[in-house]
């Protein structure tokens, strides 16, 4: 079965310093996400992306945080100058519609550590 | 606005025992209801999804039905296995585009 692969697995970074988590959604897939989870709370959506276009993100993915598609099968997430609160898992997930009737497709993870 | 409660947990359960892991949503509109599972070391797999009111979704024994009337989508399972061992995640969404997690409930299993 297809599957969304994310890169590194881990990631250990010093505060100030820009850090870039890569995505490769499923190759069929238009639509692209990101979303993180803080130790022991929520999953919490951060970017949604189509057509090479944010097309919504939440009140957390402010000026530090940008994505792109560089390529076509990579899918980034760039952290410009990382704070301690940053720490968190990375998902990155890909979907075929968009639509509400259809998942979200989900990679394992990124987990950054910022010291 | 748009959220998911799940049961606190951890739930800790006798291999074969009766699963319920309660969900409850608000949401605007009519959303379309999920479950994901999360096994150690790994990403949010989909479980079952349901996407409009008395539908019943279902996979590997585990089932779920959407409960407009109650706004609760409950996962249950007749008989749990050691490999059902997980964190497992209510989420909705309203139009497909972000999708709104519940806090997780973790789930051992023992023999």
């Known amino acids: 079965e297809p599957e969304v692969t994310q890169t590194p697995s881990h990631q250990v970074t010093q505060m100030g310093q820009e850090v870039i988590l890569r995505c490769v959604p499923i190759s069929n897939h238009l639509y692209f996400y990101w979303y993180r989870q803080i130790l022991g709370q929520k999953v919490e959506f951060l970017v949604s992306?189509?057509?090479?276009?944010?097309?919504?993100k939440s009140e957390i993915f402010d000026d530090q945080f940008s994505v792109e598609r560089p390529d076509g099968s990579n899918f980034t997430l760039k952290i410009r100058s990382t704070k301690l609160e940053d720490s968190a898992m990375y998902f990155c997930?890909?979907?075929?519609?968009?639509?509400?009737?259809?998942?979200?497709?989900f990679g394992d993870g990124t987990r950054l550590s910022i010291l | 606005g748009n959220s998911v409660t799940q049961m606190e947990g951890p739930v800790t359960l006798s291999e074969e025992a009766f699963l319920t892991i309660n969900c409850t949503y608000t949401a605007t509109g009519y959303p379309s209801l999920f479950w994901y599972v999360q096994y150690p070391g790994e990403g949010l797999q989909l479980l079952l999804k349901?996407?409009?009111?008395?539908d019943k979704g279902s996979n590997k024994g585990f089932e779920a039905t959407y409960r407009k009337e109650t706004t609760s989508f409950h996962l249950e399972k007749g008989s749990v296995q050691v490999s059902d061992s997980a964190v497992y995640f209510c989420a909705l969404t309203p139009t497909g585009n972000q999708f709104y997690f519940g806090t997780g409930t973790s789930l051992t299993v023992i023999p």
């Open positions: 992306f189509y057509n090479n276009e944010i097309s919504e």
């Open positions: 349901a996407t409009k009111a008395d």
């Open positions: 997930a890909s979907s075929d519609s968009g639509t509400a009737n259809q998942p979200q497709h």
